[in-house]
């Protein structure tokens, strides 16, 4: 298959020059590449390949020993006076339904079944040992997996213990990931495993628009013709590529050198050291890119550019990205940096390797154009944020906070009383649905799924072989079949022997947030404790790889805010955004989340949702609004859907009326105030001391 020359990319700089630095030095970590849709991540991953210089390899090695430093523990060694012969550079794509088999190895049957050997299959990192491990859509990569690379990317090395298979293999692989945030974040110890980072966007130049959409229609037009028009440009880069990882090793990074890069992530604040020894070597490799032979003071600003971004985040929350004004003070210009003994950088480069001033001028205008990050941890225990330009919400209207009683329809507009902002999320008691399910891989709600504790087998072959039960199967059978072909003492083991192991863990869910915007929350405080606890049910549903979606209801009616998706980080900012004032039509709330349970289910029949309501029970919106709220929960048992009701019922005197609705849909009642982990602990340890 003709694949897309790299040198035809057209608007992909910076992710250009992140994949040739981890090439370069593959000891910076790998690189995940975060964007939008359509704008090429896959395509440009693919094509690296092609321009990386060829390896040399052990002959027959299943490993792909170097042979000029073979591995001592390979299982095909040991390699005594190898000899040599090369291949190209291996891009090994990891798909996101993978098994663990198919990624670390696994016991291979057909010696197994048919020979009686024990002999081991080796899996993906085995076949991307010394190459690239290319994982498209990272984010939905099951949490077993993503423990297994972070083991190899750590260790370097795969070690496989099951099913009577001991094998340890060298496993040194560069990881590159891309990804939509749309569909969700990455688990923060993977994204710290990744050396480098860079967010990907379409242009908005018309001119490049066209000229990006001439050359993809030229290269379907003749895939052959259009490589060929870019080969010099092809074997330019490669030539580049080589010469700059031969010449790594001779790029001085001095003192000065290392506490610029010290004093950039001192600054930014990041967690751990990774952050700097990622830095040094990504600098280190930038200098051998551009053909110099000390470290100056615009390989490091390229160099935390690209891997400060995802380690400075502090929550899930969090946007991501880097004060390029801070990163300009941080390095400062009181000592000059040493000077490039080899001259400028060769103005042919086929990338397109840009003037540090161009290109500095036209990250400030990318800059410009981003929008400014928003979230709900821009709060302070309610008092008006000097950098909102919104003026403080009125007061709440006392006719409509105070009465639970029905009040008429209108067709005014509900008012709106403000937009009142969190505090910081804490942590929640944990809240799970009922039952075992068989849903996606998480780590809410107990389920059959592909990883976990082994807790029976079954005759269908819907996992990894349970060796146990196989033999015993086998033995049960031995002596109605007269017809042994095996001889004496020898166990004859047949297809239909075969069982699959069920293993028990943790299955995601679907979780639906209900939320009571109307005037009975109106007031200021009360509000932004709504939406801290929401927010920290949202923080919750991330950590546990949930689906999230969001109804609101307030005014007159209801509306599905957002539709169910794996970005959580879209549920934050639109509960960020969420109004609040009118009237409180909680029989049009329940009615709008019961639709989309029932969507939902037809979507994906085996995620379980977990409703989760945040109300204080009352209803004055429309004739009857109590009655008709209550008669939907007295049917709300037959939707077969685990129901948590939140009571933001507040004051000295209260009716109660969330708690007979949680008791009408059966569903568990809650007090705001007791859904923190904290409150939890505290009333256990009182009772314990009582």
Same mark, same amino acid.
């Given at each position: 298959?003709?694949?897309?020359?790299?040198?035809?990319?057209?608007?992909?700089?910076?992710?250009?020059?992140?994949?040739?630095?981890?090439?370069?030095?593959?000891?910076?970590?790998?690189?995940?590449?975060?964007?939008?849709?359509?704008?090429?991540?896959?395509?440009?991953?693919?094509?690296?390949?092609?321009?990386?210089?060829?390896?040399?390899?052990?002959?027959?090695?299943?490993?792909?020993?170097?042979?000029?430093?073979?591995?001592?523990?390979?299982?095909?060694?040991?390699?005594?006076?190898?000899?040599?012969?090369? @291949?190209?550079?291996?891009?090994?794509?990891?798909?996101?339904?993978?098994?663990?088999?198919?990624?670390?190895?696994?016991?291979?049957?057909?010696?197994?079944?048919?020979?009686?050997?024990?002999?081991?299959?080796?899996?993906?990192?085995? +076949?991307?040992?010394?190459?690239?491990?290319?994982?498209?859509?990272?984010?939905?990569?099951?949490?077993?997996?993503?423990?297994?690379?972070?083991?190899?990317?750590?260790?370097?090395?795969?070690?496989?213990?099951?099913?009577?298979?001991?094998?340890?293999?060298?496993?040194?692989?560069?990881?590159?990931?891309?990804?939509?945030?749309?569909?969700?974040?990455?688990?923060?110890?993977?994204?710290?495993?990744?050396?480098?980072?860079?967010?990907?966007?379409?242009? @908005?130049?018309?001119?490049?628009?066209?000229?990006?959409?001439? @050359?993809?229609?030229?290269?379907?037009?003749?895939?052959?013709?259009?490589?060929?028009?870019?080969?010099?440009? +092809?074997?330019?880069?490669?030539?580049?590529?080589?010469?700059?990882?031969?010449?790594?090793?001779?790029?001085?990074?001095?003192?000065?050198?290392?506490?610029?890069?010290?004093?950039?992530?001192? &600054?930014?604040?990041?967690?751990?050291?990774?952050?700097?020894?990622?830095?040094?070597?990504?600098?280190?490799?930038?200098?051998?890119?551009?053909?110099?032979?000390?470290?100056?003071?615009?390989?490091?600003?390229?160099?935390?550019? $690209?891997?400060?971004?995802?380690?400075?985040?502090?929550?899930?929350?969090?946007?991501?990205?880097?004060?390029?004004?801070?990163?300009?003070? %941080?390095?400062?210009?009181?000592?000059?940096?040493?000077?490039?003994?080899?001259?400028?950088?060769?103005?042919?480069?086929?990338?397109?390797?840009?003037?540090?001033?161009?290109?500095?001028?036209?990250?400030?205008?990318?800059?410009?154009?981003?929008?400014?990050?928003?979230?709900?941890?821009?709060?302070?225990?309610?008092?008006?944020?000097?950098?909102?330009?919104?003026?403080?919400?009125?007061?709440?209207?006392?006719?409509?906070?105070?009465?639970?009683?029905?009040?008429?329809?209108?067709?005014?507009?509900?008012?709106?009383?403000?937009?009142?902002?969190?505090?910081?999320?804490?942590?929640?008691?944990?809240?799970?649905?009922?039952?075992?399910?068989? &849903?996606?891989?998480?780590?809410?709600?107990?389920?059959?799924?592909?990883?976990?504790?082994?807790?029976?087998?079954?005759?269908?072959?819907?996992?990894?072989?349970?060796?146990?039960?196989?033999?015993?199967?086998?033995?049960?059978?031995?002596?109605?079949?007269?017809?042994?072909?095996?001889?004496?003492?020898?166990?004859?083991?047949?297809?239909?022997?075969? *069982?699959?192991?069920?293993?028990?863990?943790?299955?995601?869910?679907?979780?639906?947030?209900?939320?009571?915007?109307?005037?009975?929350?109106?007031?200021?405080?009360?509000?932004?404790?709504?939406?801290?606890?929401? $927010?920290?049910?949202?923080?919750?549903?991330?950590?546990?790889?949930?689906?999230?979606?969001?109804?609101?209801? *307030?005014?007159?009616?209801?509306?599905?805010?957002?539709?169910?998706?794996?970005?959580?980080?879209?549920?934050?900012?639109?509960?960020?955004?969420?109004?609040?004032?009118? *009237?409180?039509?909680?029989?049009?709330?329940?009615?709008?989340?019961?639709?989309?349970?029932?969507?939902? *289910?037809?979507?994906?029949?085996?995620?379980?949702?977990?409703?989760?309501?945040?109300?204080?029970?009352?209803?004055?919106?429309?004739?009857?609004?109590?009655?008709?709220?209550?008669?939907?929960?007295? +049917?709300?048992?037959?939707?077969?859907?685990?129901?948590?009701?939140?009571?933001?019922?507040?004051?000295?005197?209260?009716?109660?009326?969330?708690?007979? %609705?949680?008791?009408?849909?059966?569903?568990?009642? $809650?007090?705001?105030?007791?859904?923190?982990?904290?409150?939890?602990?505290?009333?256990?340890?009182?009772?314990?001391?009582?």
């Amino acid at each position: 298959m003709s694949s897309y020359p790299f040198a035809a990319i057209v608007g992909a700089d910076e992710m250009a020059l992140a994949l040739v630095l981890t090439t370069v030095s593959p000891e910076v970590g790998g690189v995940l590449v975060r964007g939008e849709k359509g704008t090429a991540k896959s395509t440009m991953v693919r094509a690296l390949a092609e321009i990386l210089p060829r390896q040399a390899v052990v002959p027959d090695c299943r490993f792909a020993c170097d042979p000029r430093s073979p591995d001592p523990d390979c299982p095909d060694g040991p390699h005594l006076d190898p000899a040599s012969t090369s @291949r190209p550079a291996r891009l090994v794509e990891l798909p996101v339904g993978a098994t663990e088999d198919r990624v670390i190895g696994s016991l291979d049957l057909s010696k197994a079944l048919g020979r009686g050997e024990t002999a081991f299959e080796p899996g993906l990192l085995a +076949q991307a040992h010394r190459g690239l491990l290319y994982v498209d859509e990272v984010n939905l990569l099951h949490d077993h997996l993503v423990d297994l690379l972070l083991d190899a990317a750590a260790m370097g090395r795969n070690t496989v213990e099951r099913d009577g298979v001991s094998v340890s293999h060298p496993a040194r692989i560069v990881l590159i990931g891309t990804m939509n945030p749309e569909e969700g974040e990455l688990r923060p110890q993977l994204l710290d495993r990744f050396g480098l980072t860079v967010e990907v966007r379409a242009s @908005r130049d018309p001119a490049q628009r066209a000229d990006v959409v001439r @050359r993809r229609l030229a290269f379907d037009a003749d895939p052959a013709g259009f490589q060929a028009s870019y080969a010099a440009a +092809q074997v330019d880069l490669a030539a580049r590529i080589a010469a700059a990882q031969e010449g790594l090793g001779r790029v001085r990074l001095s003192d000065w050198a290392l506490d610029k890069i010290a004093t950039v992530c001192a &600054g930014f604040e990041v967690d751990g050291m990774r952050a700097d020894i990622v830095t040094a070597r990504a600098a280190v490799a930038h200098a051998a890119w551009e053909g110099r032979a000390e470290v100056t003071r615009e390989d490091i600003r390229t160099a935390a550019k $690209l891997a400060l971004p995802h380690r400075r985040r502090r929550a899930p929350f969090d946007a991501p990205g880097l004060d390029e004004d801070l990163l300009d003070r %941080l390095l400062g210009d009181d000592e000059p940096p040493p000077e490039n003994p080899q001259g400028p950088q060769d103005p042919q480069d086929p990338q397109g390797s840009e003037d540090p001033e161009s290109q500095e001028g036209a990250d400030e205008e990318a800059d410009a154009t981003d929008p400014p990050p928003s979230g709900p941890q821009d709060s302070a225990e309610g008092k008006h944020d000097a950098r909102d330009p919104r003026p403080d919400p009125p007061a709440p209207d006392p006719s409509d906070t105070e009465s639970g009683k029905d009040a008429p329809e209108t067709d005014v507009p509900a008012p709106v009383q403000g937009v009142a902002k969190a505090h910081d999320p804490y942590r929640i008691r944990r809240l799970s649905v009922r039952g075992t399910g068989s &849903g996606a891989a998480g780590k809410r709600s107990r389920a059959i799924t592909s990883w976990g504790r082994t807790v029976g087998a079954s005759r269908e072959r819907t996992g990894r072989v349970h060796l146990t039960a196989t033999i015993t199967t086998a033995a049960r059978e031995r002596g109605a079949r007269a017809t042994g072909s095996t001889g004496p003492g020898r166990l004859e083991i047949r297809g239909s022997d075969l *069982r699959s192991a069920i293993t028990q863990g943790k299955e995601s869910n679907l979780v639906l947030l209900v939320v009571d915007a109307s005037g009975s929350m109106a007031a200021r405080s009360r509000m932004a404790e709504v939406k801290t606890a929401a $927010l920290s049910l949202l923080m919750d549903a991330y950590q546990r790889r949930d689906r999230v979606g969001l109804v609101t209801f *307030r005014g007159a009616g209801a509306q599905l805010a957002l539709p169910p998706t794996s970005s959580v980080e879209a549920a934050a900012a639109c509960l960020a955004e969420l109004p609040h004032g009118g *009237r409180t039509p909680l029989a049009e709330g329940l009615t709008t989340a019961a639709k989309t349970l029932g969507l939902e *289910r037809i979507r994906d029949p085996r995620r379980r949702a977990l409703l989760v309501l945040v109300t204080d029970g009352r209803a004055t919106a429309g004739a009857d609004a109590l009655a008709r709220a209550q008669r939907i929960a007295d +049917q709300w048992a037959h939707l077969a859907v685990d129901t948590v009701v939140i009571d933001c019922e507040s004051g000295r005197f209260r009716m109660g009326l969330a708690k007979d %609705l949680a008791g009408r849909m059966g569903a568990e009642h $809650l007090p705001l105030e007791d859904i923190a982990a904290d409150h939890l602990v505290a009333l256990i340890n009182d009772r314990r001391a009582a």
